[in-house]
């Protein structure tokens, strides 16, 4: 079973500076990857797929990289509302097995 | 612009029957799969599964005994079934499209707003 592994569990920053968010996969699937914001009491919002295609109505100050084993999320300057939990998404089997990080919670410091 | 409404019985006792419906409004359900996530107080997201516009499913191994995912496409709706609940079933339960032109491309744009299941004596 593959596993994905978000770092660092929590991040605090404050507003205006950059974050960084990683997800490892434990094998190389595919170069497929999607990234997803919660935020508080709502449902998980679509920020990133193909690794580094932004969803539609993203921002641009969102970015996703990688390819592989390691991917990240970017967030270049860091608004009130982009204080969230964040999760990476991989399609890692076949048949179809969905999985998803175990979240990256983005905190106000 | 595609929008999911989702509903179903909020409180549930163990070994009863979980019963949840996605309604899909503004788009068809042909062409895409639609899946069910869920998500236990204060944790992470699980994939349960999905299903096609013709019924072709897919399941999470974990839980592909209890799980029956059905769609009416003569409604525009896909539910979801859990039989013999547990407490440890006790999530908030999304419905969304897939989107998946490719093997291992595969990724969820559109989701619902999520209903709480409690599963409790």
């Known amino acids: 079973e593959i596993v994905l592994t978000q770092s660092p569990a929590t991040l605090s920053l404050s507003p205006g500076e950059r974050a960084t968010l990683s997800c490892r996969t434990s094998q190389t699937v595919s170069s497929y990857l999607a990234w997803y914001q919660q935020r508080p009491g709502q449902a998980p919002r679509l920020l990133i797929y193909?690794?580094?295609n932004r969803a539609t109505g993203i921002p641009a100050r969102f970015s996703g990289g990688g390819s592989g084993t390691v991917f990240t999320l970017t967030i270049s300057s860091l608004e009130p509302e982009d204080f969230a939990v964040y999760y990476c998404?991989?399609?890692?089997?076949?048949?179809?097995?969905?999985?998803f990080g175990q979240g990256t919670r983005l905190e106000i410091k | 612009q595609v929008q999911l409404q989702q509903w179903g019985a909020g409180l549930l006792k163990p070994s009863e029957t979980l019963s949840l419906t996605c309604d899909v409004s503004?788009?068809?359900?042909?062409?895409?799969?639609w899946s069910w996530i869920r998500q236990p107080p204060g944790k992470g997201l699980e994939w349960i599964g999905e299903?096609?516009?013709?019924?072709?499913?897919n399941y999470n191994p974990s839980l592909k005994s209890r799980v029956t995912i059905s769609v009416d496409t003569s409604k525009n709706q896909f539910s979801l079934r859990v039989s013999s609940v547990i407490a440890a079933d006790t999530a908030i339960y999304y419905c969304?499209?897939?989107?998946?032109?490719?093997?291992?491309?595969?990724?969820?744009?559109?989701w619902g707003k999520g209903t709480t299941v409690t599963v409790s004596s």
């Open positions: 969304a499209r897939v989107v998946w032109p490719t093997r291992y491309n595969y990724y969820m744009d559109v």
């Open positions: 503004g788009g068809s359900l042909s062409g895409y799969y």
């Open positions: 193909d690794a580094s």
């Open positions: 299903i096609n516009h013709r019924g072709s499913t």
């Open positions: 998404q991989q399609q890692t089997n076949w048949p179809p097995r969905i999985t």
